[in-house]
């Protein structure tokens, strides 16, 4: 019942709009979508002067009118010379079974190899380095991120840009089809039209300490770690000692806070031998400023942080909640790791000035930062925890519902696993209804969203989708009540760990096992502590007044938290040479994707239950909110009733997926040691 | 030194070895004559006397009777052995040669067999013979291990009769040895042999060491030196050092003191003339202390938690179960003074508690104090032998520490005794203080009354502090004012019929939000927060959970010990109970404990920002707490044992003893360990993260 819903929903939203030609802000608004072509849809080199975009986005939308956007930016994604031989070889490296297995290449031989040609490249560049634009490039040759005053880009792409109403809020848009004015072997061009509210950061927050009406203090570092057994690797000597994070930033950070956060909740960890060491991280954090910078490049160095704030870049610019809480965690958990911390801005980006309400950098830029990362080649685990409807991103063609290899981000979380880097995503916190989140605005172009999606880039194959439970536990790290899935007996129906059946994106050939179902790629793979109820500290701003302490829930934080387990897990590897030596090049010690070794561990008897703790309570159904289309924010009417959602059960659900993995014996389980 | 021959004293050679007469043993004695004759009688003797004559040759030979001596109708056979000449060489078959004294005479040679009864006065001899020459004496002699054994027996008209009031009067003829030969012999006077000083013991009692007021009787023993019992002198028994304990001066009832110690029981046989022989017996008492410097124990199990919501969003039972291995070894034991004599003693414990996703250890450092004095500092009920369990230290592999005070500041120091006093508490109370330090600087401190009535401390990362509150009445109230900005309070149950609590919640200002009105859910039984009952079931099969190794047999001692609680703050209604084995002469083999939570209130969050209260009799949460732990092996200071973990269990039970030794000890680290987890699966409000918009919405009732 629910796939056929699925399908039939997204049959409904696949309707292409068929008229073309440029047109200004005069063209006839209404519910006329810019036209589209025929995307490219991975084949080799084919320039044109059409490329895909998130048209579909403008499905119903009314022209509201002009915009002024000042300072623009767009990501470019190149067709590859071989998209989908590059999905291929991310399978290969992440299969024991596999004479590739582990076989990890570097950023350069990616773009050799999979990136777009010389040739190609160098035309993009050249193409928008002639319209004035400023162009950034890394060393995969994948994506090109364009940046430059609205006016250029418009002489660019061969359109204008408008204000449409959607039923999600507004949003700039073309006002007819954009085009090259020369063939380029561009495959997609995202943020042609946008909003970056549509990009969800997966946290829920509470208030801060000290404000009102309650105090709100979540469970610290090491509550977690003892519930889940980090404290076992802790004490077998498995701290994270050389291992990498990477934190894909939706905004900044302000490392005071990790100070303040040990300080005051005493983080650390203690050893073998029953002693205590503090956490000894270091946070550092990158630019994402590109490698192949043109016309002065538009990546720049972010303002500083301040405290909290309403107002443009750069004397507002309030940490990121979200950012906040990867960082910590990650930090916290894995305690002596490196934690590399990914921030892309560009000066002066807004939405224009009256309808500037998107977050001031980071979340925009994402994947200028994943693109840094796989340039750099530094994290050997990265964390994500956002998320928007798969049908939005870039995983499917125009049908919403066939996958696109060479989409951005199907490329680039290949190449990261072709790098050997670990991806770990949050499922989302709308449940099964991964793409709506109703309880803080709708989808774009989304019918009703009232529907089961699930929420990308979780879904992709070559990362960890993480989900959430309900972990009622003590000070003591003692299990106080039932785990359950994160879902409607907490949050009743507001929120929920993502979960679901992707429409798109094909299940891969490590997703076997009881439980799993269709041809589609299920998510979540395995879950951690996500209930805001049972929620983590976070310290935010507090080197401002108004900031402090608070608690944060979501799958933001069960992504993390698992990064920093699979920190233990390298760490573990590292020291061991009989894992060492099933490795290659400078890292042999990644592992790439963890989500086959969790299958691996699922479908054998012996390990699956003494590595993972199996959910088999909750529902993570959620409460619509389309009795008030196109409402913005949190839903202040939502519907009286719950979907159904899933339901978790024994073995892989749509809920929690495999479960919850403990540390130390999840590091047995993988590494043997 | 000569003897005399008379026509009528026969001087009796003692008998060949081999030679026969009679049908009795072999002649004991070798004189070197030839072959030696005998003549055996046999007499059948009523309890009320009698006697038997045998006579060979001239010489005839009276074994005497006297009233009351069997227990019944009785054989008496008297074997009078052919008497020859000199040399004055007694040799017994397959003994060692004796040579009588110098100028000694052998009158004459028999042996005594009593049959079908148990002698129980001493038997007279007499035998007729000549008149011994001048100044010489008439001595009866047995040859039983030593021919030492010499009394003075009375000539008479011919007949000399053992005598009755000398060195040895009524001893025992026939009770001597076996094979023993007795002789009439005469010795010139001045010449007799020193009469030999008779040895008294006490009996060995068992066990010994004894435990603390256990008890044995002692039984004193008198002999000659040959062996040769006194059936009835008068015996007075004392100690060597009082502080072993009291022993009762005529019957020798032994009741063990509370402290270690070892020295003897004294007897001595006061009878009138007898110079007031004396000796004693051993005796160890072993006192309650909870071990000695090097004892380990080793206990394995099983730890078990299942809980599951039952009411607002129903799950089903989430069960985790942990192998349990329990290491114990006793660091320390000191004698102390102050503040009271007494011996303090530390084990250290280490836990592991092996889930099948995760390993928590624990170590853990119980003392104790055991009182060997008074001491105007204590209470009353702290007479010598109490054992105080004073505090237990414990950090497990989270980081988070815990102390539990017994002590006499915050409990009454003892965790359980048998007998209980009269009252519901005995002197076991709930007292105790607990505080919790856990990793991330939060903290919490229990004060918990006699009566269980408690009030809880709990201390953020802020030093922000909340309090419950837990009174004799059964109300209650949650003040989390600094955490949330809301408090609570639970009234006390109103009177049946329709017993309700009224559950309130206050803003920061004092105003009333909210009030519900709930079912009692306190049983009426339960009059305060903390009622304990123990009982001894005497011996009863190990249950087949408790997989006792076959050494320590098939049943126990089983204790019983139940608490009931109810946790009005927190809305948790409990019932405890630990089942302990105890085998004989080993101590505790096996310990079960179960802990059966109902939960009405709940603040875990896990229902959703929101406090939910039951409305109803169906609890929110159902938890349910088990470990079963095992004797594997044990090793007292001496070694390893393999039958026996206790320096001195005064008996198998503890019908009317404290619990036995060493044995205490590992029963209390478990009780303080599985505590501890009871205390974590309740711990009530970690913190306090309400709803925004609380004040209206944040209770919930079902």
Redo the contacts between chains.
């Keep these: 019942m629910r796939t056929a819903r699925i399908l039939a929903t997204a049959a409904a939203v696949a309707i292409l709009a068929a008229c073309g030609g440029g047109g200004g802000t005069t063209s006839k608004p209404a519910d006329v979508v810019p036209p589209q072509t025929p995307t490219n849809q991975g084949a080799a080199s084919p320039s044109s002067t059409s490329f895909k975009y998130l048209a579909n986005a403008l499905k119903g939308a009314t022209l509201a009118g002009p915009v002024q956007l000042g300072t623009m930016k767009v990501d470019v994604q190149m067709n590859l010379r071989d998209a989908q031989g590059l999905q291929s070889y991310a399978a290969a490296v992440g299969d024991p079974s596999s004479g590739l297995y582990r076989h990890f290449l570097t950023p350069e031989e990616l773009g050799s190899r999979f990136g777009a040609t010389d040739a190609d490249w160098n035309a993009a560049m050249a193409y928008f380095t002639a319209e004035g634009l400023q162009v950034t490039g890394w060393k995969q040759k994948s994506v090109m991120r364009v940046v430059g005053p609205q006016a250029k880009m418009e002489h660019a792409f061969g359109t204008t840009f408008a204000l449409y109403h959607l039923r999600s809020g507004d949003a700039y848009g073309p006002t007819a089809l954009p085009h090259f004015s020369k063939p380029l072997a561009v495959h997609s061009v995202t943020q042609i039209v946008f909003n970056p509210s549509w990009m969800k950061r997966n946290s829920v927050a509470?208030?801060p300490?000290g404000t009102?009406?309650?105090?709100?203090?979540?469970i610290?570092?090491?509550?977690i770690?003892?519930a889940?057994?980090y404290?076992?690797a802790y004490?077998a000597g498995y701290t994270g000692t050389g291992v990498n994070i990477g934190i894909i930033g939706t905004g900044p950070i302000d490392s005071r806070d990790y100070t303040a956060f040990n300080s005051?909740?005493?983080?650390?960890w203690?050893d073998g031998s029953?002693t205590?060491h503090p956490t000894a991280n270091t946070i550092t954090q990158v630019n994402a400023t590109g490698t192949a910078n043109v016309n002065g490049g538009a990546l720049a160095t972010p303002p500083p942080v301040t405290g909290p704030c309403n107002g443009p870049l750069p004397g507002c610019n309030p940490e990121d909640f979200e950012a906040q809480i990867d960082t910590q965690q990650t930090a916290a958990l894995a305690p002596t790791a490196n934690v590399l911390f990914y921030l892309a801005y560009v000066p002066h980006e807004t939405f224009g000035t009256t309808h500037d309400f998107g977050p001031r950098e980071g979340i925009q830029e994402v994947n200028d930062e994943v693109q840094q990362a796989i340039n750099d080649n530094q994290a050997d685990i990265l964390s994500l925890s956002y998320g928007l409807a798969e049908q939005y991103s870039d995983y499917t063609l125009l049908d919403e519902t066939t996958y696109d290899p060479n989409g951005t981000e199907p490329v680039q979380f290949a190449m990261l696993q072709a790098l050997g880097i670990a991806v770990f995503v949050s499922s989302g916190d709308a449940g099964a209804q991964g793409c709506a989140r109703p309880f803080a605005g709708t989808g774009p172009g989304v019918a009703s969203p009232d529907q089961p999606c699930v929420s990308a880039p979780a879904v992709d194959q070559n990362v960890t989708s993480v989900g959430g439970i309900?972990a009622?536990?003590?000070?003591?790290?003692?299990?106080?009540?039932?785990?359950?899935t994160w879902g409607?007996?907490?949050?009743?129906g507001f929120g929920a760990t993502g979960g679901g059946l992707s429409v798109a994106v094909p299940k891969p050939a490590y997703q076997v096992g009881a439980g799993i179902t269709g041809t589609k790629r299920n998510q979540p793979d395995a879950s951690l502590d996500a209930d805001?109820?049972?929620?983590v500290?976070v310290a935010v701003s507090t080197a401002f007044p108004g900031g402090g302490?608070g608690?944060a829930g979501g799958t933001s934080v069960a992504a993390p938290e698992m990064a920093a387990m699979w920190a233990l897990v390298l760490d573990a590897c590292k020291k061991t040479a009989a894992c060492v030596a099933k490795g290659s090049g400078t890292h042999p010690y990644r592992m790439g994707n963890a989500a086959p070794a969790f299958y691996k561990i699922y479908n054998d008897t012996t390990l699956y239950?003494?590595?993972?703790?199996d959910i088999?309570?909750?529902n993570n159904g959620v409460r619509p909110c389309s009795v008030n289309p196109g409402q913005v924010g949190p839903c202040p009417n939502p519907s009286p009733t719950i979907d159904p959602g899933f339901n978790a059960g024994k073995g892989y659900d749509l809920t929690t997926g495999i479960g919850v993995p403990?540390?130390?014996?999840l590091i047995k389980s993988v590494v043997g040691v | 030194m000569g003897y005399r021959r008379g026509a009528i004293l026969s001087i009796i050679a003692l008998a060949l070895a081999g030679c026969q007469g009679g049908g009795a043993n072999p002649p004991p004695f070798n004189s070197g004559n030839p072959a030696p004759t005998s003549a055996t009688q046999s007499q059948t003797v009523s309890p009320s006397g009698g006697s038997v004559t045998t006579t060979l040759g001239t010489e005839t030979v009276k074994v005497i009777v006297p009233g009351g001596a069997l227990s019944g109708p009785a054989t008496v056979t008297l074997t009078v052995y052919a008497a020859g000449s000199s040399p004055k060489t007694l040799q017994s078959s397959g003994r060692k040669v004796q040579t009588i004294g110098s100028g000694a005479a052998l009158v004459a040679a028999f042996s005594v067999a009593i049959s079908g009864a148990t002698l129980l006065k001493p038997l007279q001899a007499s035998v007729t013979t000549v008149a011994a020459p001048s100044g010489s004496i008439f001595r009866l002699a047995g040859y039983g291990t030593a021919f030492d054994d010499i009394d003075t027996a009375t000539w008479s008209g011919g007949v000399a009769t053992s005598d009755l009031n000398i060195a040895y009067p009524r001893m025992s003829l026939a009770t001597a040895p076996a094979g023993t030969l007795y002789a009439f012999y005469t010795e010139p006077s001045g010449s007799a042999s020193a009469v030999p000083t008779p040895v008294l013991t006490a009996a060995s009692v068992t066990p010994n060491p004894i435990g603390m007021f256990g008890t044995a009787t002692f039984t004193g023993s008198e002999m000659s030196p040959n062996g040769f019992p006194y059936l009835d002198p008068t015996f007075a028994y004392s100690l060597s050092d009082p502080t072993l304990g009291t022993i009762n001066a005529s019957t020798g009832a032994f009741t063990a003191g509370p402290i270690d110690g070892a020295g003897t029981v004294n007897v001595t046989d006061t009878t009138a003339g007898r110079g007031n022989p004396h000796g004693g017996g051993p005796i160890s008492v072993t006192s309650q202390r909870p071990g000695n410097k090097g004892d380990a124990f080793n206990f394995t199990g099983t730890l078990s938690s299942t809980t599951q919501l039952v009411n607002s969003n129903p799950t089903q039972p989430q069960t985790d179960t942990a192998s349990v291995t329990l290491n114990t070894t006793v660091t320390s034991a000191q004698v102390i003074a102050t503040p009271a004599p007494g011996i303090t003693t530390v084990a250290h414990s280490d836990e592991s508690d092996a889930y099948p996703l995760q390993t928590v250890t624990t170590s853990s450092d119980t003392g104790y104090g055991y009182l060997t004095g008074t001491s105007a500092a204590l209470p009353p009920t702290f007479v010598p032998g109490t054992v105080l369990m004073t505090e237990t230290l414990a950090k497990d592999s989270n980081g988070s520490s815990y102390d539990t005070q017994y002590d006499v500041v915050h409990g009454n120091g003892i965790v359980d005794v048998l007998p209980e006093a009269t009252g519901p508490f005995g002197p076991n109370t709930a007292a105790l203080r607990y505080v919790e330090t856990d990793p991330a600087n939060f903290a919490r401190n229990r004060v918990v009354a006699a009566n269980g009535s408690y009030v809880e401390q709990g201390t953020d990362a802020f030093h922000d502090v909340q309090t419950a509150t837990v009174n004799s009445d059964l109300s209650a109230s949650l003040d989390a004012r600094q955490y949330s900005g809301f408090r609570f309070t639970m009234s006390a149950p109103s009177a049946p019929p329709n017993s309700r609590i009224i559950f309130r919640l206050f803003n920061a200002a004092g105003t009333q939000l909210q009030a519900f009105s709930l079912p009692n859910w306190i049983p009426a039984t339960l009059t305060q927060p903390s009622m304990e009952t123990d009982v001894d079931n005497g011996s009863k099969p190990y249950p087949a959970s408790c997989s006792v190794p076959a050494k320590y047999g098939t049943s126990g001692n089983q204790i019983v010990q139940t608490i009931n609680r109810a946790d009005t703050a927190f809305g948790n209604l409990e019932t405890q109970t630990t089942t302990t084995y105890m085998a004989p002469r080993v101590g505790p083999v096996c310990i079960q404990m179960t802990d059966a939570v109902q939960t009405f209130y709940d603040f875990t969050l896990q229902n959703g920002f929101v406090v939910l209260v039951s409305g109803g009799t169906l609890p929110i949460q159902l938890t349910n707490i088990s470990e079963t732990l095992t004797l594997q092996s044990a090793k007292t200071e001496s070694g390893t044992t393999t039958t026996s973990i206790a320096r001195g269990t005064s008996s198998g039970t503890r019908a009317t003893a404290s619990v036995p030794s060493s044995g205490f000890a590992p029963v209390s680290f478990a009780r303080a360990r599985f505590n501890h987890a009871v205390r974590e699966k309740l711990g009530g409000l970690r913190k306090a993260t309400f709803s925004h918009s609380f004040g209206n919405n944040g209770v919930k009732q079902l």
């Design positions: 509470i208030a300490h009102t009406p309650a105090f709100n203090f979540g610290p570092p090491q509550q770690a003892g889940f057994d404290t076992g004490a005051r909740l005493n983080a650390g203690y029953g205590f309900t009622p536990i003590d000070e003591s790290s003692h299990k106080v009540g039932p785990y359950t409607v007996q907490t949050e009743h805001p109820a049972t929620g500290a302490f608690a239950p003494a590595t993972f703790l088999v309570d909750g403990f540390g130390r014996h």
